[in-house]
């Protein structure tokens, strides 16, 4: 196969990736190898890649891509998240924009928008990991809201319904103004804001008090939820408001006289030491009022506007009616004083706007009986976290787990399957069929257009929760070939922001629906941000499209740059120079590929000495390498690993063998040593591949003669072996002289092509000497018992090596040099005998710091002993 001169990742990328699919090497079936599955966080449907998932679709590609090569079974299961209130929100959009108001279709035809929009813009996001070489099971790509996946979701609502873990009721949730729905106290973000303090005149109701005040003063920061107000509290053990008890005051503008209630929830220290009681419109409040069984008046329409309870400001959105009544209060002469105050503010995470605690019928998954063995798992690392610094997180939410709000005042989603009856009362049916059968026990005469179904539809979470299960069909045929072979699932790698949402409820599941943990790892991805640590978004405007990067550095350059400064679970601060390294480093695998297969191969000449030794050395380091490598993908320090194979590369195969081993110019290379060399190529190709697939498979192609069907992906990952530790730490001696005598070379400026001698002083290994030789360019090495006066010497540990300069020397240069040098090392040596010589220091100091202080002197006092010399040397 021709190898270009330059590589051309686009020609190469598609050429292979086509070639991957068309020979299904990505496609997996039950059989009798160890399975390793992965199933993708899925994306949502209408969605285009940014760099987090680029990130973590990179993370589990080499997982799956290691796990193949191993000989496993490997299945990622790709798919896609129907993501309810970010997908209805853009379908309503585009009606709008088309002049149609939702409110005006019927849910059946806005589903058929909904579906349209889904079909055109679905699925590209699949496509472009493809770009990125995702190896997913393509042919097993599920969607949470197609044919299987929501019959599970159905099946499961009725399944929790019937074990009375699912219930309906009004309870205060978090609505999103903006989605008109409510959404998950996990789905709220809080943020500091600066805002205002209001403190309103509440007239006292008659009789008011002799001589006193005719008024209280009540402190809030939402002056437009007083509509809402049904009383106000006081502490019953606060003095200064305690000539209130048992009376009434009138809500200003409303005019609606409300009792004055006592209660120790009022903090005494905070504002007036009264408390405005809202019942629909704030937590507390609403706790408050249960207790004093107090009903709540809901002020506000779905919108955020004020509804007719807001009187003259009824129409009018939340915020604007804050100004005005400000405005209005003052002038009424109801306002005593505005003070800047900050508070934390709720958002919604999908809407972005400020979230308004409102009363709602609702329906909700109790929580706290699921919580348990989803907990237990994770303290007993039966499922183990990476970083494990995320179980301290996982625990406090556990612990304090409330239940779960699974209804969405949404179209676009599952339909709850709850009908109700014309009577009153509801039954819940996997089908409207199945629900007319629930409601003949109640009233035989019933038909089906008697029955009504629910408006809502379940939490999105509602269905991505049963995931690695359902992609598996799991739920529908629980007994089923697949879900049977490929579950548990292996890994799962995610955000952190989502322990709560997805990866705490899957576990949940996994122990509800199979009675066993849903997956045995789960690898947490930090955030990817700017070099500012800005988190990267389209609104800071900080983040590079992934497909333009990808065109740019190739899509092995930029996984490589993703993984190069990306921990687990610590934040990813992103330079698109970390892409450039990448694509570098496809430069030099390439550009060291054409040197070796460039190089005439001979089969008449002997193998040179100094080639036994390189290839007898590279094989352990090599050994060595992959035992690192193993160890560090079981701790899951990924980015690690790969800096392991990238030094494996750069620096002991390419700046080392290849150069101890390259013949003389235009002249051939020996056949064993050649062959040896295209086998270690091959190795570090296989290492390689899970990094950076379509670089290797390009090479791993041309490296030999292949067969229509060959791939790396699937040829095995080179096997762990055992390594002679000793040869590697003489081998870094041999390092170590020939960076010496390189050093001297730049220091006198002696040409790499005139030899030099090497006199060696000291007790020394001689069986590298042919190595030495070749990569230092030396005419002999040879042991002396005195130093020549012109050589220039440096010290391998304790031994001494030395090249006799001859002529290449500036005697009184050298001599000022060597003066100026011993000097120094005079001075640190003084410094290091002195803290030796501290008693406290050696008595407390741990034992190796205390070692370690001695060596140091050792050292110095051999370089001094051995430039004395040299200057003796030259002073003759």
Known sequence: MEIASKYNPAEVEDKWYKYWLEKKFFHSEPDSREPYTIVIPPPNVTGVLHMGHMLNNTIQDILVRRARMQGKNACWVPGTDHASIATEAKVVAKLASEGINKNDLTREEFLKHAWDWTHKHGGIILEQLKKLGASCDWDRTCFTMDEKRSESVIKVFVDLYNKGLIYRGIRMVNWDPAAKTAVSDEEVIHKEEHGKLYYVRYEIAPPTPQGGSTYIVVATTRPETIFGDIAVCINPNDPKTAHMKGKKVIVPIANRVVPIIEDEYVDMEFGTGFLKVTPAHDVNDYMLGQKHNLEGIDILNDDGTLNEHGLQYAGMDRFEVRKKIEKDLDELGLLEKVEAYTNSVGYSERTHVPIEPKLSMQWFLKMENLAKPALDAVESDTIKFHPAKFKNMYRHWMENIKDWNISRQLWWGHQIPAYYLPEGGFVVGETPEKALEEAHKINPNLKMEDLRQDEDCLDTWFSSWLWPISVFDGINNPDNEDISYYYPTNDLVTAPEIIFFWVARMIMAGYEYRGEACFHNVYFTGIVRDKQGRKMSKSLGNSPDPIELMEKYGADGVRMGMLLTSPAGNDLPFDEGLCEQGRNFNNKIWNAFR????????????QPESAKIAIDWFENVLAKTLGEMDDLFGKYRLSEALMAVYKLFWDEFSSWYLEMVK???????????????????????????????????????????RKDGESIMISAMPKDITFDSSLLDAFEKVKETIAGVRTIRLQKNIPNKEQ????????YNNAFDSVIAKMANLSEIKSVSEKDATAASFLVGTTEFSVPLGNNIDIEAELKKLNEELIYLEGFLKSVAKKLSNEKFVANAKPEIVENERKKQADAESKIKTIKESIANLSK
């Open 595 to 606: 040197l070796v297969k460039g190089w005439e191969v001979s089969d008449s000449i002997a």
């Open 663 to 705: 013949p003389a110019y235009q002249q051939p290379i020996d056949r064993k040593t050649y062959e040896a060399t295209l086998g270690f190529f091959d190795s570090l190709l296989r290492l390689l591949h899970p990094f950076m697939p379509f670089i290797t498979e390009e090479l791993w192609q041309a490296l030999t003669e």
């Open 756 to 763: 030099l001698g090497l006199d060696v002083i000291g007790e």
